[in-house]
C-alpha cells in the first residue's frame, strides 16, 4: 500500500468515527478563542503596534536569540515579565508549546521524577517524550493521590529531584489547581513546582498575573502570550538558574528562530495595561460570572471554577452535531474529542472571551438548551 492510500484509509477512518478535523473560519460571537480579555484586535495594541514601529523596532529578528536574534525588546520583556510575575528572570520564546517542549525535555535529569497532572497540556508529555526523567501521573487535583505516588517512588528507590507538573486552570476541564496544597507538597519533598498558568494569566491573580504567583515553594511558571495576553509566544519564569539552563541547553530555544521583536513590544504594552487598567480583569470576571449563573440557569451546571466552561455530551457524534447547530445560529463554538480528552468525554468547550456580551452570554446559553431538547 503507498504512503498516500494508508494516511487517505487513515483520515477516513476517523472521520467515520466523527474525529476528523478540519479548519473553518471564524465566523460568529466568538466563544471558541482563549481571547479571554479582548485583546487581540483591540485599539490598545493597535496603537501600540504603531509605536513600536515608529520607533524602528522590526518585524522579525533574523535569527535565534544565540545569534543576530536577539534584540532589546526581548531583554526588555523578559526584565519587565519577571518583576510582573515576581521571579528572578524570564525567557520569551515563539509559543506556550514551544516552551513546555524546551522545560521538561532539559531541566529534569536522569533520576529525576516528574510527577503530572494526568489532564496536563499535551505540550508538557511532548516535552516529557524527549526528557531523560521517569514520569508518573496522578489523578486529576488529588493532592493526596500525588503524595502517595511520590511516596511510592520514594520507597522504591527514587532519589532524584521531584518536578511537580500541573496547568493552574486546565484548559479543557476550566477547573482550578489546588496550588497551595501542591506547594505543601512540593516543600516537603524539595520538589519544584512548574505550573503552567496559560488559561490563568490576564484573568485570575493580582493584576492578572495568575495564580502561582507568591506560593511558598520553589517554582517555575508559563505564561503564555496568545491567550489572555492577545498575540503569542510564550514567556518561562523562574530562577535565574533555570533560565540560564534553557539559555545553554533547550534545542527548542537555540535552534528556532526568535520571536519577532514587533511581538515582544506588544507583550509589553499588554503587561503594561494590566498593571495600570483593573477594568480588563474586572470585565473578564463579570462575564464569567455571568455565564456561571446562566449555565446553571440553562444546563443545571455547577462547581464552574472560571472563564472556560464544558458541556460534556459523551458522544463524538452528538458533540460535533450540536456544534455545528450553535455555528448555524451565530455562536463560534467548537466541538472537542478523543484524543484531545479522555474518551467518552466528547464536550463542547465554551470559552468566555472578551468578544462578547453578557447578552451574548446568556443567548447562548438558551440555545444549547433549544437544541439539546430537540435533539432525541
Request: aromatic share 4%.
Amino acid at each position: 500500500m503507498s504512503a498516500t492510500a494508508r494516511l487517505s484509509g487513515a483520515l477516513d477512518a476517523l472521520a467515520a468515527r466523527h474525529r476528523l478535523r478540519r479548519l473553518i473560519p471564524a465566523q460568529g460571537l466568538d466563544f471558541a478563542s482563549n481571547d479571554y480579555l479582548g485583546l487581540s484586535g483591540s485599539e490598545l495594541l493597535t496603537q501600540a503596534a504603531h509605536d513600536a514601529l515608529d520607533r524602528g523596532v522590526p518585524l522579525g529578528a533574523g535569527g535565534s536569540r544565540l545569534l543576530r536574534g536577539n534584540h532589546a525588546e526581548h531583554e526588555a520583556l523578559e526584565a519587565e515579565a519577571a518583576a510582573f510575575f515576581g521571579t528572578e528572570a524570564a525567557l520569551f520564546m515563539g509559543g506556550g508549546f514551544q516552551a513546555n517542549q524546551a522545560l521538561f525535555s532539559t531541566l529534569p535529569a536522569k533520576g529525576d521524577l516528574i510527577l503530572h497532572d494526568e489532564l496536563v497540556h499535551a505540550s508538557a508529555h511532548e516535552g516529557m517524550r524527549l526528557g531523560r526523567a521517569e514520569t508518573r501521573a496522578f489523578a486529576h487535583n488529588d493532592v493526596d493521590v500525588a503524595r502517595d505516588v511520590l511516596a511510592a517512588w520514594r520507597a522504591e528507590g527514587g532519589t532524584g529531584q521531584v518536578w511537580i507538573a500541573v496547568e493552574s486552570v486546565y484548559s479543557m476541564e476550566g477547573s482550578v489547581a489546588p496550588l497551595e496544597d501542591l506547594a505543601s507538597l512540593a516543600r516537603d519533598d524539595g520538589a519544584v513546582l512548574v505550573v503552567d498558568e496559560a488559561h490563568a494569566t490576564g484573568v485570575f491573580g493580582n493584576h492578572g498575573a495568575g495564580l502561582a504567583h507568591g506560593l511558598d515553594a520553589e517554582v517555575l511558571t508559563l505564561h503564555t502570550c496568545g491567550k489572555g495576553l492577545g498575540l503569542s509566544g510564550g514567556l518561562l519564569c523562574g530562577p535565574r538558574v533555570m533560565i540560564d539552563t534553557l539559555i545553554n541547553r533547550a534545542r527548542p530555544f537555540i535552534f528556532a528562530t526568535a520571536p519577532a521583536p514587533l511581538t515582544a513590544a506588544l507583550v509589553r504594552a499588554a503587561l503594561r495595561a494590566l498593571q495600570s487598567d483593573p477594568s480588563l480583569q474586572a470585565a473578564a470576571q463579570t462575564r464569567v460570572a455571568h455565564a456561571h449563573v446562566a449555565a446553571k440557569a440553562q444546563l443545571g451546571l455547577e462547581g464552574l471554577d472560571s472563564q472556560i466552561i464544558p458541556v460534556i455530551l459523551r458522544d463524538d457524534e452528538r458533540t460535533m452535531e450540536t456544534a455545528k447547530a450553535l455555528q448555524a445560529r451565530g455562536f463560534d463554538v467548537r466541538g472537542i474529542r478523543p484524543p484531545t480528552v479522555p474518551r467518552g468525554t466528547s464536550r463542547l468547550r465554551i470559552s468566555i472571551t472578551g468578544n462578547v456580551t453578557k447578552a451574548d452570554i446568556s443567548a447562548l446559553f438558551a440555545a444549547i438548551s433549544d437544541i439539546q431538547q430537540e435533539q432525541p
